[in-house]
């Protein structure tokens, strides 16, 4: 049977002609793999032949193919009977890894695809449990139906690709989760090179070597791999219907990964990693391409859809848009005066990053009426505009762009009041603070919730600990039960001052909090525990430092080591290309070359510190307008890498997205809630009272003002502004400083705010 799914997908190929498409290697040029010669696509919008003939394959490539193949691998899989899948042990995922114990892949499939191992290379079956060396044996009559109501088989099934990454850090090789079997999916987990990882060069000397983008190379190289042995018939699977996820890092990832699916900008790093179905030949052109059975077949390194939870991404833009959320709050406290100066500063620079762009966005795109003219007919220009006397209460900022941002925030709390129904053992309390009987709890409606949760009187239950979302930190995985620090999962977010929601219990001052615990920050209290910006504690600074460089003496030394990092970075790696520029995910949305993902989701916590809203807004916009289906959620109560709760799940979008996109599949909905009837066991309540900015209305929903959503969002806050000692987002480099060097700089944003506004800032710098 493994022979009929090749030939499902060389029927599609054979009514079509494979012509000859290659294109001139370089940076920026573009070889599309998914725009065949004849322009054929499936209804993924994924090409189903390639574009390159037999006879430019070179014997180095034929050997790629020929290593990378499972069947010649002869792999481990080990049955588990609690999950009823199998699981593949690591093996590499390219023929030249750099360090082989980061660059490996591990898969889950469901045991209802497969009838067992053939050891013996007959096509036969011969072990059915257990752990057996061997080829799987597919089973293309079996189906399975998921959780909520979706159909798939062996050909079919979606596969999750884990992005792990936390902090932009190594990831080691490890086996698959089987968290997704249950689902019918297909479960991925990669390794990745990062800002830890290490070699030995010729010298003997331990040289650093996680240089952007190998992370995110090592990600796409091991969706080439599983999608080579799904064509192969070695995996169950689809190829069309990929799915990135991942959080925090990994969530940049996998925002990352889908955003750049097949731009050529990568090719060359991929080729250096030995990867399949991507090769260049003597004359300087792309191969995008496999060669099964004698025919060649497209290979894409994208994916069809991503589901993000707070995406550290886009950092390009990550220091501009952190300021300037800060700066919109009147009442922030900065720590420090260089601090405050250099926020005015960036946020004027934001203001005109954005305004440069031209942005717009459809209202029947984004669901609602933006401009408030009655409809969702318009195209709204996105714009940011100052009037320092007429918008004193954000310091003079206001405009389109920070009413869509207002109004997806409002829109993340009423889809928040709307999921209510869905918590089943919540305590809800009267106006006196006495807690309601069972008869009172069921006869409430969705708007009695709704105004207690505003009003603080409720206490969170238990319902919520069957979370799902990517693992801690990001790392391959699936379920999130338990608790976690920092807004991890299960934890208590980030949020917490002047009396809003989602509180964490260690005291008043969140700028006391370290930064994302994720990011190895534990130690960046102010003074006290390594430096910051150094191997042994990561790249982000807390913002609790009171501290503007514990390296310089003085601003114009930090100048000149900033001009001199972002030179070199400008000067391009090996290839020719600004890291930097590679790992800003705004480049390839809707680029020539890039082939863009049907549907993208990232669920933020609105409370939490480790990046902008903004940005997450920026990525909407983006995919919007280049007709990816793109939703973002700043989930009102939640922390760095908020859980699905209230009944949401990724299993949920995933199914309701299929359901959408492929034709002949089951239209997903989510089930209606069961009324909770009996209330929870808590003795007092320990929401908090935000009646006092919120306004409900049962028709128009909650609401407040650009001003107080400001305030909630830097109430989460828990990194320090940058443009000094240790910038946020340097963790992309992965150039690590010391006791007596700054991390390497390379935001060029700031280096324009530190020239131009030298003369003020050198007063303030390292002063109080």
């Given at each position: 049977?493994?022979?009929?799914?090749?030939?499902?997908?060389?029927?599609?190929?054979?009514?079509?002609?494979?012509?000859?498409?290659?294109?001139?290697?370089?940076?920026?040029?573009?070889?599309?793999?998914?725009?065949?010669?004849?322009?054929?696509?499936?209804?993924?919008?994924?090409?189903?032949?390639?574009?390159?003939?037999?006879?430019?394959?070179?014997?180095?490539?034929?050997?790629?193919?020929?290593?990378?193949?499972?069947?010649?691998?002869?792999?481990?899989?080990?049955?588990?009977?609690?999950?009823?899948?199998?699981?593949?042990?690591?093996?590499?995922?390219?023929?030249?890894?750099?360090?082989?114990?980061?660059?490996?892949?591990?898969?889950?499939?469901?045991?209802?695809?497969?009838?067992?191992?053939?050891?013996?290379?007959?096509?036969?079956?011969?072990?059915?449990?257990?752990?057996?060396?061997?080829?799987?044996?597919?089973?293309?009559?079996?189906?399975?139906?998921?959780?909520?109501?979706?159909?798939?088989?062996?050909?079919?099934?979606?596969?999750?690709?884990?992005?792990?990454?936390?902090?932009?850090?190594?990831?080691?090789?490890?086996?698959?989760?089987?968290?997704?079997?249950?689902?019918?999916?297909?479960?991925?987990?990669?390794?990745?090179?990062?800002?830890?990882?290490?070699?030995?060069?010729?010298?003997?000397?331990?040289?650093?070597?996680?240089?952007?983008?190998?992370?995110?190379?090592?990600?796409?190289?091991?969706?080439?791999?599983?999608?080579?042995?799904?064509?192969?018939?070695?995996?169950?699977?689809?190829?069309?219907?990929?799915?990135?996820?991942?959080?925090?890092?990994?969530?940049?990832?996998?925002?990352?990964?889908?955003?750049?699916?097949?731009?050529?900008?990568?090719?060359?790093?991929?080729?250096?990693?030995?990867?399949?179905?991507?090769?260049?030949?003597?004359?300087?052109?792309?191969?995008?391409?496999?060669?099964?059975?004698?025919?060649?077949?497209?290979?894409?390194?994208?994916?069809?859809?991503?589901?993000?939870?707070?995406?550290?991404?886009?950092?390009?833009?990550?220091?501009?848009?952190?300021?300037?959320?800060?700066?919109?709050?009147?009442?922030?406290?900065?720590?420090?005066?260089?601090?405050?100066?250099?926020?005015?500063?960036?946020?004027?620079?934001?203001?005109?990053?954005?305004?440069?762009?031209?942005?717009?966005?459809?209202?029947?795109?984004?669901?609602?009426?933006?401009?408030?003219?009655?409809?969702?007919?318009?195209?709204?220009?996105?714009?940011?505009?100052?009037?320092?006397?007429?918008?004193?209460?954000?310091?003079?900022?206001?405009?389109?762009?920070?009413?869509?941002?207002?109004?997806?925030?409002?829109?993340?709390?009423?889809?928040?009041?709307?999921?209510?129904?869905?918590?089943?053992?919540?305590?809800?309390?009267?106006?006196?603070?006495?807690?309601?009987?069972?008869?009172?709890?069921?006869?409430?409606?969705?708007?009695?919730?709704?105004?207690?949760?505003?009003?603080?009187?409720?206490?969170?239950?238990?319902?919520?600990?069957?979370?799902?979302?990517?693992?801690?930190?990001?790392?391959?995985?699936?379920?999130?039960?338990?608790?976690?620090?920092?807004?991890?999962?299960?934890?208590?977010?980030?949020?917490?001052?002047?009396?809003?929601?989602?509180?964490?219990?260690?005291?008043?001052?969140?700028?006391?909090?370290?930064?994302?615990?994720?990011?190895?920050?534990?130690?960046?209290?102010?003074?006290?525990?390594?430096?910051?910006?150094?191997?042994?504690?990561?790249?982000?600074?807390?913002?609790?430092?009171?501290?503007?460089?514990?390296?310089?003496?003085?601003?114009?030394?930090?100048?000149?080591?900033?001009?001199?990092?972002?030179?070199?970075?400008?000067?391009?790696?090996?290839?020719?290309?600004?890291?930097?520029?590679?790992?800003?995910?705004?480049?390839?949305?809707?680029?020539?070359?890039?082939?863009?993902?049907?549907?993208?989701?990232?669920?933020?916590?609105?409370?939490?510190?480790?990046?902008?809203?903004?940005?997450?807004?920026?990525?909407?916009?983006?995919?919007?307008?280049?007709?990816?289906?793109?939703?973002?959620?700043?989930?009102?109560?939640?922390?760095?890498?908020?859980?699905?709760?209230?009944?949401?799940?990724?299993?949920?979008?995933?199914?309701?997205?299929?359901?959408?996109?492929?034709?002949?599949?089951?239209?997903?909905?989510?089930?209606?809630?069961?009324?909770?009837?009996?209330?929870?066991s808590a003795t007092e309540a320990a929401g908090t009272d935000i009646s006092g900015w919120v306004t409900y209305d049962s028709k128009e929903g909650a609401a407040f003002t650009l001003a107080d959503a400001v305030s909630y969002r830097t109430a989460g806050a828990s990194k320090a502004i940058p443009g000094f000692d240790v910038i946020d987002y340097g963790q992309e480099d992965y150039v690590f400083g010391s006791s007596t060097k700054d991390a390497r700089h390379w935001d060029k944003y700031v280096l324009k705010v530190l020239e131009e506004n030298q003369e003020t800032l050198s007063g303030l710098f390292n002063t109080q």
């Open positions: 049977m493994k022979h009929f799914r090749r030939f499902t997908a060389f029927l599609l190929a054979s009514i079509m002609t494979i012509g000859l498409c290659s294109c001139s290697a370089g940076s920026g040029s573009s070889s599309d793999s998914t725009n065949a010669a004849d322009g054929s696509v499936n209804e993924s919008g994924q090409s189903t032949t390639a574009g390159s003939s037999t006879r430019n394959k070179t014997e180095a490539m034929t050997a790629i193919e020929d290593k990378l193949n499972l069947a010649n691998m002869n792999p481990e899989w080990t049955y588990d009977d609690s999950s009823d899948s199998w699981t593949l042990s690591i093996v590499t995922a390219v023929t030249k890894p750099q360090i082989e114990d980061e660059q490996g892949v591990s898969v889950c499939v469901p045991a209802a695809y497969v009838k067992g191992v053939d050891t013996d290379g007959d096509g036969e079956a011969d072990v059915t449990s257990g752990t057996a060396n061997g080829n799987l044996v597919m089973d293309d009559e079996a189906s399975v139906t998921s959780s909520n109501g979706q159909v798939y088989t062996a050909a079919t099934a979606p596969v999750i690709v884990n992005t792990g990454a936390a902090g932009y850090s190594e990831q080691q090789n490890q086996t698959a989760a089987s968290t997704y079997a249950k689902e019918g999916y297909i479960n991925v987990a990669c390794g990745n090179r990062g800002k830890q990882s290490t070699t030995t060069d010729e010298s003997g000397n331990t040289v650093y070597t996680g240089d952007a983008p190998s992370c995110l190379v090592d990600q796409k190289n091991a969706v080439r791999f599983v999608k080579y042995n799904i064509l192969l018939g070695n995996l169950p699977g689809s190829v069309d219907y990929f799915v990135s996820t991942g959080g925090s890092g990994g969530g940049a990832h996998a925002v990352m990964l889908a955003a750049s699916s097949d731009h050529s900008d990568y090719y060359d790093y991929e080729i250096a990693a030995g990867a399949v179905g991507v090769y260049q030949d003597e004359n300087g052109n792309y191969i995008t391409s496999v060669t099964i059975d004698g025919q060649e077949m497209a290979l894409s390194d994208g994916v069809w859809g991503c589901m993000a939870y707070s995406a550290i991404t886009s950092l390009s833009e990550a220091d501009m848009a952190m300021a300037f959320e800060y700066y919109l709050d009147t009442d922030y406290e900065f720590n420090t005066a260089f601090q405050k100066q250099t926020a005015q500063y960036l946020a004027a620079e934001y203001m005109d990053y954005i305004n440069e762009k031209n942005l717009s966005v459809s209202e029947a795109d984004l669901g609602f009426d933006l401009n408030q003219d009655g409809d969702t007919e318009d195209t709204v220009p996105l714009t940011i505009e100052y009037d320092a006397q007429s918008h004193e209460d954000t310091n003079g900022y206001y405009g389109t762009y920070l009413d869509l941002y207002l109004s997806e925030f409002r829109q993340s709390l009423n889809d928040y009041l709307d999921r209510l129904d869905y918590a089943q053992d919540w305590t809800w309390f009267d106006t006196d603070g006495n807690a309601l009987s069972d008869e009172e709890v069921a006869a409430m409606s969705s708007d009695d919730k709704a105004q207690a949760f505003i009003e603080g009187r409720y206490a969170k239950g238990s319902s919520e600990s069957d979370r799902q979302g990517p693992g801690p930190g990001g790392f391959p995985g699936g379920n999130n039960n338990g608790g976690g620090p920092g807004g991890f999962p299960g934890g208590n977010g980030n949020g917490g001052q002047k009396g809003f929601p989602g509180g964490n219990q260690t005291g008043e001052d969140q700028k006391d909090f370290p930064g994302d615990v994720s990011d190895d920050n534990q130690n960046n209290f102010p003074g006290g525990g390594e430096k910051v910006g150094t191997p042994d504690s990561g790249t982000t600074q807390s913002a609790g430092s009171g501290t503007d460089s514990g390296n310089y003496s003085s601003l114009e030394e930090m100048l000149e080591a900033y001009q001199s990092d972002i030179a070199e970075l400008e000067a391009g790696d090996e290839y020719g290309n600004n890291i930097v520029d590679l790992y800003n995910p705004i480049n390839y949305i809707g680029a020539e070359g890039t082939s863009n993902p049907a549907w993208a989701r990232i669920l933020s916590g609105a409370s939490e510190g480790d990046i902008s809203m903004m940005n997450s807004l920026n990525l909407q916009i983006a995919w919007l307008n280049a007709g990816t289906d793109a939703e973002i959620e700043w989930q009102w109560d939640g922390g760095h890498v908020p859980s699905e709760i209230l009944g949401d799940s990724l299993s949920l979008y995933v199914d309701e997205m299929y359901g959408k996109y492929k034709a002949d599949a089951v239209a997903v909905t989510k089930e209606d809630p069961s009324p909770q009837t009996a209330n929870g």
